[in-house]
């Protein structure tokens, strides 16, 4: 029961890495289909019923597939893995993040403004290099959290509806439109943003955790990334927001947080770690980080589903 799991994951993990994220000439994963259903329903039955559905329905259809795959470990294994690629977000960190450096390396800041407008909410008009740079690099530490670190653990302890149902609320929560506004505290997804946070209470801290054992791969510094973590984060104002940008801060040993635009306001967050201004190559060394966080996540998911399949064994006998 552990084994299939955790093989399932390291097989999803590569199909990730290898396929990578499609493009325009290949049909997209599955998840992207998520908040366009959610938003369609949300025209009948609004945001929170809407929300409720589909995370239900996809909690519901993980369940399914894996009461159909039966005892047939191959089938199950290959179920896990193909749930575990539909939803992780390893390979698009990793492409947008390098695009990211490129542009901001050859000078091309529209560019660059563009591609962060479509993963944070943010107003990215007036960023020079260092404040796109640092939210260039506090798009990959959150996203590592919640699109790599969460679903593997999900996947790992609850299997694939865990994996499914966590992916779909992160998703819901910060689709276009419905994210978080640190700056009014709002959503226009309260259930969305609730869960969303419950979802990856665990996970962000397990994501600062394993920044802060992987910064000397990239040649950064632990001690900086504990001590941002521990210091800076008390004062934020999301329960796992932060976590992961910290850590991620303190590694690099540059600072991230301060002074945020959104749409609705500024927000003066708190300034994250201790050292100098980001340029593109933090960039760089933020998705090569990126990459080794989530290979120790797939050491910790692997270890979590063995001691998982043990619980259930014990608990039959």
């Given at each position: 029961?552990?084994?299939?799991?955790?093989?399932?994951?390291?097989?999803?993990v590569?199909?990730?890495?290898?396929?990578?994220?499609?493009?325009?000439?290949?049909?997209?994963?599955?998840?992207?289909?998520?908040?366009?259903?959610?938003?369609t329903?949300?025209?009948?039955?609004?945001?929170?019923?809407?929300?409720?559905?589909?995370?239900?329905?996809?909690?519901?259809?993980?369940?399914?597939?894996?009461?159909?795959?039966?005892?047939?470990?191959?089938?199950?294994?290959?179920?896990?893995?193909?749930?575990?690629?539909?939803v992780?977000g390893?390979?698009?960190?990793?492409?947008?993040?390098?695009?990211?450096?490129?542009?901001?390396?050859?000078?091309?800041f529209?560019?660059?403004?563009?591609?962060?407008?479509?993963?944070?909410?943010?107003?990215?008009?007036?960023?020079?290099?260092?404040?796109?740079?640092?939210?260039?690099?506090?798009?990959?530490?959150?996203?590592?959290?919640?699109?790599?670190?969460?679903?593997?653990?999900?996947?790992?302890?609850?299997?694939?509806?865990?994996?499914?149902?966590?992916?779909?609320?992160?998703?819901?929560?910060?689709?276009?439109?419905?994210?978080?506004?640190?700056?009014?505290?709002?959503?226009?997804?309260?259930?969305?943003?609730?869960?969303?946070?419950?979802?990856?209470?665990?996970?962000?801290?397990?994501?600062?955790?394993?920044?802060?054992?992987?910064?000397?791969?990239?040649?950064?510094?632990?001690?900086s990334?504990?001590?941002?973590?521990?210091?800076?984060?008390?004062?934020?104002?999301?329960?796992?927001?932060?976590?992961?940008e910290?850590?991620?801060?303190?590694?690099?040993?540059?600072?991230?947080?301060?002074?945020?635009?959104?749409?609705?306001?500024?927000?003066?967050?708190p300034?994250?770690?201790?050292?100098?201004?980001?340029d593109?190559?933090?960039?760089?060394?933020?998705?090569?980080?990126s990459?080794?966080?989530g290979?120790?996540?797939?050491?910790?998911?692997a270890?979590?589903?063995?001691?998982?399949?043990?619980?259930?064994?014990?608990?039959?006998?």
């Open positions: 029961m552990s084994a299939h799991r955790a093989v399932g994951l390291l097989l999803g590569v199909a990730d890495g290898l396929i990578g994220e499609p493009r325009r000439a290949g049909p997209p994963r599955p998840v992207a289909a998520l908040p366009q259903a959610a938003d329903l949300a025209r009948r039955i609004g945001t929170a019923g809407a929300t409720t559905v589909v995370t239900t329905g996809a909690v519901a259809a993980g369940m399914l597939v894996e009461r159909a795959a039966g005892r047939y470990r191959l089938v199950r294994t290959l179920v896990v893995a193909a749930g575990t690629w539909s992780l390893g390979a698009r960190i990793a492409a947008d993040g390098t695009e990211l450096a490129r542009d901001l390396e050859n000078g091309d529209d560019t660059a403004r563009e591609r962060i407008s479509t993963a944070d909410p943010r107003c990215t008009e007036d960023l020079d290099l260092p404040g796109l740079s640092r939210a260039a690099i506090e798009v990959v530490a959150d996203q590592t959290s919640n699109a790599v670190v969460s679903p593997l653990i999900w996947g790992a302890v609850a299997g694939l509806p865990g994996m499914l149902g966590a992916r779909t609320v992160t998703v819901l929560g910060r689709r276009p439109g419905m994210e978080l506004d640190i700056a009014s505290a709002r959503s226009a997804d309260p259930v969305a943003r609730r869960l969303d946070e419950i979802a990856n209470l665990v996970p962000a801290r397990l994501t600062a955790t394993l920044t802060t054992a992987a910064a000397p791969v990239v040649g950064g510094s632990a001690p990334a504990w001590q941002a973590w521990r210091r800076d984060t008390a004062a934020h104002p999301s329960p796992n927001a932060g976590r992961a910290a850590a991620f801060a303190g590694a690099l040993e540059i600072r991230l947080g301060g002074r945020t635009v959104y749409p609705r306001g500024v927000a003066e967050l300034v994250l770690g201790a050292g100098r201004n980001p593109a190559g933090h960039v760089t060394r933020a998705v090569e980080l990459r080794v966080v290979l120790c996540a797939v050491g910790v998911s270890v979590l589903a063995a001691l998982s399949g043990i619980g259930r064994r014990r608990r039959r006998q």
